[in-house]
């Protein structure tokens, strides 16, 4: 029998079930989720929120407005180390801390944690190069000399929103005997 011959099948057998592993195609966040957001959901502080500063405007749309409304919701760009917001917590007693939000690339999030001395101090522009260089993934704890803090995200998609709800934990740190 040559090779390019065909075969015929003169019987049927049993029949078989066969699994064939397939990995589906993870969508495309931006085409999906065209917006993105970090919503702030809970401080958990001894701080109060002196304020935010946003470092993105928006173009007029339904979504990017109700963005720009919402005090607690901000846009994240999905570039690389592009700053979305700082939340600046502050109290009698201690610095000012400044928790600053954006993104660590196509769609990751991150956050940095700094003390400060005057919340106008700084320009959120000037704050953009401390995130680069103190940038950390949610999750983590940034040690400050006075406290430490934890950002935890939750993410939410709904109607083309993907929403990242941040939890910030501060706690004072425990102060060594003898100091």
Do not use: W
């Not at 592009?82 to 660590?104: D, F, P, Q, W, Y």
């Amino acid at each position: 029998m040559a090779c390019d011959q065909f075969f015929a099948v003169r019987e049927r057998g049993e029949l078989t079930s066969v699994l064939v592993p397939q990995r589906v195609p993870e969508a495309d966040a931006e085409t999906v989720y065209p917006l993105h957001i970090f919503l702030l959901k809970t401080i958990d502080s001894e701080h109060s929120i002196l304020g935010t500063r946003r470092a993105v405007g928006f173009d007029g749309s339904d979504r990017q407005l109700l963005v720009a409304v919402l005090d607690r919701a901000f846009k994240i760009y999905k570039a690389e180390f592009h700053l979305s917001a700082a939340i600046l917590l502050g109290n009698r007693t201690e610095k000012n801390i400044a928790i600053l939000l954006g993104s660590l690339g196509h769609i990751q999030v991150g956050f940095a944690a700094l003390e400060m001395e005057s919340v106008d101090a700084r320009d959120i522009k000037d704050l953009t190069e401390e995130f680069k260089v103190h940038h950390r993934r949610p999750g983590s704890t940034v040690q400050l000399p006075s406290c430490n803090v934890r950002v935890d995200v939750q993410t939410r998609a709904r109607r083309g929103i993907k929403a990242y709800e941040v939890h910030v934990t501060v706690r004072r740190q425990a102060i060594e005997d003898g100091e």
